[in-house]
């Protein structure tokens, strides 16, 4: 008995699961049991997910298709401060958020387009961008030259990015594990800190800032001081911190600060 | 860097041009980085101990968070699969009259299918069924304090004639394969209880002894009487004698008279 089940076992290669009462075991084939038993969730339901037609990331100019292009100032306030447009879900679920403020230059854009148009499936994911070409022109002057002689030629143009934007969106019939790889290569090249969140896990994010200001067991907070100018404090804040309550400083973001 | 406004003349009267003061417009114009920097500026120390103060601090909590199994947790939706395994649970719990739970420890398939063959010889068999799924069911039915049982990887041996030694004789077989406890007849029993039950003997060998422990004085009586006379005489003077012997020579006579 024994030395016949040994020799199916040799010979047989598939394995199946068995459940209720069995026949007689004597001519049976293995059958594998794992350690625990498996409590299988139900699969995502993508019936409401569109495609579009183009899935994959357009190219962006490099320069702006200007008859004249003025200099501009440099006016860093585009960096400054928490995003107030593009920083929600619109059509996809997945998306790379900026952590910080910075400059995003024509070849940041060209290595986003690159990396994800080849790794991402255009068969059942899309993905949208959420910012700009770039727009913004930035001057430099020649290398070695003085200081005066007017304002430099215009160099580069580049995209400003403020904390909280969404730079890409991704969405379709997937995941957020098929699809984090790709965007987290992706974030780690930015010039700015950036995540990958869903939509879920964004909205997750804002809820528990909001809990957090919510619960602080500690009386004095930053808004109430510099609302209150106790002690005289906005002599040594910014007129920003006033409506950042000392979350956000220049382009950068301090996340636990409540 | 710092460009200072120098002092500001002011004529005390107006045609004479004499100079009786100066304001000191002492202005110092700092000429710093910018607002916006690649670099974290340094705070000034006012504003360090404002964000020192305004720390953000937490709701105080009587245990940390990880230690206990949140309550929204407990009211998950059981998907169809979930459902189909409670009615096929519940179904065993009428049909079967004896179910065991068993630990598995078994590494292969081949010694499962060894222990599943020997069991079905005598008509006991081995169900599986997820923790998740029997833990809700057997709290919310009779068999509540079976519960604890269901912790690992376990397994039920259901028969419906409770054969509880042919059951350990196989189980001592395979050493993987540890008794937790067992529901027989609607009892539960820890793992003596299960070997004191299997020392019983059967319930047709317990019925006769009863019986027969009930109609041994009738049977016993039937039996002598069907002796020859003789033989019982004898018997009752020899009954006789043990009963009274100092009085043995006065009770002979009367039993001699008697036959």
């Known amino acids: 008995m024994i030395s016949l089940i040994k020799s199916a076992a040799g010979g047989l290669t598939g394995v199946c699961r068995v459940y209720g009462h069995q026949q007689v075991l004597s001519q049976c084939c293995l059958k594998t049991l794992p350690a625990g038993l498996k409590t299988f969730q139900v699969p995502p339901d993508y019936s409401d997910v569109f495609l579009p037609s183009k899935p994959k990331l357009k190219f962006l100019n490099k320069v702006p298709n200007l008859k004249k292009a003025k200099k501009e100032m440099k006016k860093l306030r585009d960096i400054q401060g928490p995003a107030k447009a593009s920083n929600t879900f619109i059509n996809g679920q997945y998306a790379i958020v900026a952590l910080g403020g910075g400059y995003l230059r024509w070849g940041h854009l060209e290595m986003i387009r690159l990396t994800i148009n080849r790794k991402m499936d255009s068969k059942t994911t899309f993905a949208r961008w959420r910012i700009n070409a770039p727009y913004k022109p930035i001057t430099r002057k020649g290398l070695g030259q003085r200081m005066g002689g007017g304002k430099g030629a215009i160099d580069h143009y580049v995209t400003p990015v403020r904390c909280g934007r969404l730079i890409i969106e991704m969405g379709g019939m997937v995941e957020l594990g098929e699809v984090e790889h790709i965007l987290s290569e992706v974030a780690k090249k930015l010039p700015f800190p950036a995540k990958v969140m869903s939509k879920e896990s964004h909205a997750e994010m804002l809820k528990m800032q909001a809990e957090k200001e919510q619960n602080n067991q500690n009386p004095w907070t930053f808004k109430r001081i510099a609302q209150g100018n106790m002690m005289g404090i906005r002599k040594v804040l910014s007129p920003f911190d006033l409506h950042n309550h000392g979350r956000y400083s220049g382009k950068f973001h301090f996340p636990e600060r409540v | ?259």
């Open chain 2, 1 to 259: 860097m710092a460009a200072t406004l120098f002092a500001k003349f002011v004529p005390k009267h107006g045609n004479g041009h004499h100079i009786y003061g100066w304001l000191p417009l002492t202005q110092t114009v700092r000429h710093g980085s910018k607002a916006v920097t690649r670099h974290r500026k340094p705070l000034h120390i006012l504003k360090q101990k404002l964000l020192a103060v305004t720390k953000y601090i937490p709701p105080p909590q009587p245990f940390p968070r990880g230690a206990y199994p949140s309550e929204s947790d407990h009211n998950q939706e059981d998907n169809g699969l979930m459902l189909l395994q409670k009615k096929d649970l519940k179904k065993i719990f009428e049909d079967y009259k004896m179910i065991a739970v068993v630990q598995n420890n078994c590494g292969n398939a081949e010694d499962m299918v060894i222990l599943k063959h020997r069991l079905h010889k005598h008509g006991i068999s081995v169900k599986f069924f997820p923790n998740k799924v029997t833990r809700p069911f057997l709290i919310n039915s009779i068999y509540c304090n079976m519960a604890p049982l269901f912790i690992g990887p376990t397994v039920l041996l259901v028969s419906k004639e409770p054969k509880v030694k042919e059951m350990l004789t196989s189980l001592r077989a395979s050493p993987q394969m540890t008794l937790l406890g067992a529901c027989i007849d609607d009892t539960l029993l820890s793992v003596q209880g299960i070997v004191s039950y299997s020392k019983l003997p059967a319930m047709t060998v317990v019925q006769g002894e009863l019986v027969s422990g009930l109609t041994m004085l009738t049977s016993h009586t039937a039996s002598l009487l069907q002796r020859h006379p003789a033989h019982l005489s004898s018997l009752l003077q020899q009954y006789i004698k043990q009963q009274n012997p100092n009085n043995g020579t006065e009770a002979s006579p009367t039993a001699e008279q008697a036959t």
